[in-house]
């Protein structure tokens, strides 16, 4: 039987005469014309392999190579060379990153016990992580290789450090914990500095455990500085900003105890085989030298139409705003609104014909059973199953955004 959504999809698209403005800007990035040029100039002179020896395959190595010096050196921030280029592997996105990080950290742990058995790991998390974090973990309990914890948020979607500390000292087993940064849904931003302390402080001889965290959300908004993270991985996603789709980063500190969880060739140090999409990765550099020259300017921008937003829509009778309204909690261009007693997606297809794209969460869960939000599900509110995201980005106006609010008054 088809969902709502896809019997609306079947009947309302394209819909005619109906100018569309775009609200799901944590979902999807448009690609950067800037970038796209990049992409397209590489692909037209340079479809060769950097693996090969002749000299345009050594030149396409060479360009990979500049690449990933040039991540690194945004990476870096203020504190010059701190990222070395040999740390950071070029993924297909920030789901095979996630994969990467923590299947690689758990197959490491067996691989250094010789694969026995008899004692498992374990792992923690947060209960707002992406799916593409959570079914991993869940995945691997299924298979009886680890255990795992999830870490309870508060009224603003932040965990509980203590409860984070309390676990470090429960669980000696633990390996790893992966806290995302940004939460996708409701903006909240974790405390990820705290977070590294504690796990700095829970580390034994053997370096564990380890920290992950998941910065696809957060790239365009928040320092790019690693040493400021304190992580031993981090995932990245080109096309949360406005570069190549399929494209990604995972960054692996040096020493960290990971091993390969996909075999071929010995392409990004043996950790993700296959041909280098060097076009793609190029564009890609492309994308992140222009959010990094153009950040504080758009992070400003962001938080003006993002309270514009808060202070209107409060005004509309039973509406309330999901997580926090403080700046410092917050990413800028998150607005997540609970319309009590209303339907998400019922409210999703009335914003679609008036014109505006906007998402009622995570857009990796599209089935019906599985589309009320986890992240506010977990506040305690009520407001799963009622909820709009609304996300700004690069090319969001501030006329859009009044588009928007008289858009809302409606519903």
């Known amino acids: 039987m088809f969902s709502p959504f896809i019997k609306f999809i079947k009947t309302a698209i394209p819909l005619k005469g109906v100018r569309r403005k775009y609200f799901d800007y944590a979902s999807q990035t448009p690609i950067d014309g800037r970038v796209l040029r990049v992409v ?15 000299a345009n395959g050594v030149f396409a190595a060479k360009l990979l190579q500049d690449s990933r010096r040039k991540v690194a050196l945004i990476f870096s921030g203020n504190s010059k060379n701190s990222v070395h280029p040999n740390e950071i592997i070029f993924t297909s996105g920030g789901t095979e990153s996630n994969n990467i990080a923590i299947q690689g950290v758990v197959e490491k742990w067996y691989e250094s016990k010789g694969y026995d058995y008899s004692e498992k790991p374990h792992i923690i998390i947060s209960e707002i992580e ?5 079914n ?7 298979q009886n290789r680890i255990s795992y914890s999830k870490i309870k948020i508060d009224q603003d979607g932040l965990i509980d450090l203590q409860e984070l500390k309390d676990e470090l000292i429960k669980h000696r087993n633990t390996i790893l914990v992966s806290i ?26 053997d370096n564990y455990p380890l920290l992950h965290t998941d910065a696809c959300q957060a790239v365009n908004y928040l320092s790019m500085s690693i040493e400021k993270m304190g992580a031993d991985l981090i995932s990245y996603d080109a096309s949360k900003f406005y570069g190549p789709k399929s494209t990604g980063i995972l960054y692996v500190k040096r020493n960290t105890q990971i091993s390969p969880i996909y075999f071929g060739g010995d392409q990004e140090y043996s950790m993700r085989p296959g041909t280098e999409d060097v076009p793609a990765i190029m564009g890609m550099v492309k994308a992140l030298e222009i959010v990094d020259f153009h950040k504080e300017k758009e992070i400003e921008r962001m938080y003006n139409m993002q309270q514009y937003i808060f202070k209107k ?19 800028v261009n998150n607005v997540n609104i609970c319309f009590a007693g209303l339907d998400s997606e019922f409210l999703l297809f009335k914003m679609d014909k008036l014109g505006f794209e906007v998402s009622t969460g995570t857009t990796c869960q599209n089935k019906k059973e599985d589309s009320r939000s986890v992240s506010i599900q977990v506040l305690g509110k009520g407001c799963e199953s009622s909820s709009l995201r609304i996300t700004l980005g690069r090319y969001t106006t501030q006329g859009q955004a009044r588009g928007l609010v008289r858009a809302l008054t409606k519903l």
């Open 136 to 142: 991993i973990v869940e995945h691997l309990k299924k």
């Open 313 to 331: 829509v409060l005004k509309i009778k039973n509406v309330s705003i999901n997580g926090s309204v403080e700046r410092e909690k917050r990413i």
């Open 40 to 54: 397209e100039d590489t692909s037209r002179k340079l479809h060769y392999n950097p693996g090969s020896l002749y």
């Open 180 to 205: 995302m940064l940004v939460n996708n849904e409701i903006g909240t931003i974790q405390p990820i500095r705290d977070i590294a302390s504690l796990v700095r402080k829970a580390k034994g001889d």
């Open 130 to 134: 992406h799916p593409s974090l959570n």
